[in-house]
T-cell receptor, first 113, second 115 residues
Framework: SQQGEEDPQALSIQEGENATMNCSYKTSINNLQWYRQNSGRGLVHLILIRSNEREKHSGRLRVTLDTSKKSSSLLITASRAADTASYFCATDPLGAGSYQLTFGKGTKLSVIP | NAGVTQTPKFQVLKTGQSMTLQCAQDMNHEYMSWYRQDPGMGLRLIHYSVGAGITDQGEVPNGYNVSRSTTEDFPLRLLSAAPSQTSVYFC??????????????FGPGTRLTVT
């Protein structure tokens, strides 16, 4: 079963705008990761945030985590056409043995030049 | 480093045929896994391995076998292909056996069609 669910399913913005994607999950987690997938390619790791962290930055990416609401958000600032991709959150549900990751269905981001 | 490599890139099978999808990594990673990605379904874990000789089932293991005789290789075998196994298959690896603690490195994928 899917643990994380991204929202929205699809997002279209103009180049230079900010893009925000959300991930909600059902059970308590240890950590949460975000990945990017360009069309026809494998996933690429973007950022990992631990359950005791509230915010993390990496370049133009900002990830927040709210464990009380069981949600995370990924903000891409000053978007570029090259950011066009699908974005997935992955969670590590406590009690699942921590040897498995579960991925959401992804948000498809289109950045229009 | 080549990272995670997968062969073949594309494959068409007839129902009932068997085949092996190959996955190799050159990063000396302990953890390796196989996912399938279907439209609108995200990625679902098929099997994983926390080291040579150790494998376990994921969310959707039926119809697939794996083995891990070396640290580098983690082949996925389809025993008797069915149209429901039409999908894109990804292999991934990470440094140690707790995948959430470490970045997962993904291969480029194998697109499989079963007719």
């Amino acid at each position: 079963s899917q643990q994380g669910e991204e929202d929205p399913q699809a997002l279209s913005i103009q180049e230079g705008e900010n893009a925000t994607m959300n991930c909600s999950y059902k059970t308590s987690i240890n950590n949460l990761q975000w990945y990017r997938q360009n069309s026809g390619r494998g996933l690429v790791h973007l950022i990992l945030i631990r359950s005791n962290e509230r915010e993390k930055h990496s370049g133009r990416l900002r990830v927040t985590l709210d464990t009380s609401k069981k949600s995370s958000s990924l903000l891409i600032t000053a978007s570029r056409a090259a950011d066009t991709a699908s974005y997935f959150c992955a969670t590590d549900p406590l009690g699942a043995g921590s040897y498995q990751l579960t991925f959401g269905k992804g948000t498809k981001l289109s950045v229009i030049p | 480093n080549a990272g995670v490599t997968q062969t073949p890139k594309f494959q068409v099978l007839k129902t009932g045929q068997s085949m092996t999808l190959q996955c190799a990594q050159d990063m000396n990673h302990e953890y390796m896994s196989w996912y399938r990605q279907d439209p609108g379904m995200g990625l679902r874990l098929i099997h994983y391995s926390v080291g040579a000789g150790i494998t376990d089932q994921g969310e959707v293991p039926n119809g697939y076998n794996v083995s891990r005789s070396t640290t580098e290789d983690f082949p996925l075998r389809l025993l008797s292909a069915a149209p429901s196994q039409t999908s894109v298959y990804f292999c991934a690896s990470s440094y140690r056996g707790r995948p959430m603690r470490y970045e997962q490195y993904f291969g480029p994928g194998t697109r499989l069609t079963v007719t």
